[in-house]
């Protein structure tokens, strides 16, 4: 198993491309510690990650809140005895035309898209600048690259993201820590199923493979990038999005 005797930790882990992540990493031996806001959805995704022999935490947390990632770090080394793996992947929409995105739309996707990527890394290097080891991988988005019509607040939170990610790997490279992000493009979850089928068939014009990907593309990314198969890439914007931006 690649990831035998490695703690990872997924924010807005208990569903979607989250629990997929989570999921790909425990299948690899990783003991998890699930982030979410949603405790209902937690306490179903512990029960699914303890199914395939490792061990799971399950962390109902706010990203947003410094004070609680940090809280929710020290809980998680108290309890796994250490942090390997951090993947920033807790994330909201607020969809709207610039000109009339209320000022909260804006401010709530960017503390939690943004604010709460710095939040959770900043909690968590303390403990991997000490252990001179880690993993961080950042969920972006291709919509982060390319900009659309209606999100201008998610597009500047995951833009941000990016900047974030070369910078933080830039910081810490020399203690052993690799930081990077992936930037997915048109994932089936619930959040893109709602999308009216004119949208959809309008954004699969655009994809040179034909097809959307799922959850399971993107963990098998991330898994990678958690592993030391990549020890020697850090610093990368990783997309994978069926070559819809190219």
Known sequence: MKLQGKVAVITG????IGKSIAEALAREGADCAICDVNPEDLAVCAADIEALGVKSLSCQLDVSSLTQCEETVN???????KIDILINNAGITRDGLLLRMKE???DQVIAVNLKGTFNCTKAALKTMLKQKSGK???VASIIGIMGNAGQANYAASKAGIIGLTKSTAKEVASRNITVNAIAPGF???RM????PESVRNEMLKQIPLARFGSPEDVARLVLFLSSDESSYITGQVVQID????M
């Open 192 to 195: 893109t199923e709602v999308l």
């Open 75 to 81: 809980k998680i080394i108290d309890k796994l005895g």
């Open 104 to 106: 909260q739309d804006w």
């Open 242 to 245: 069926g070559g819809m931006v």
């Open 136 to 138: 961080i991988v950042n």
């Open 187 to 189: 994932i089936e979850t």
């Open 13 to 16: 882990g208990a569903r979607g």
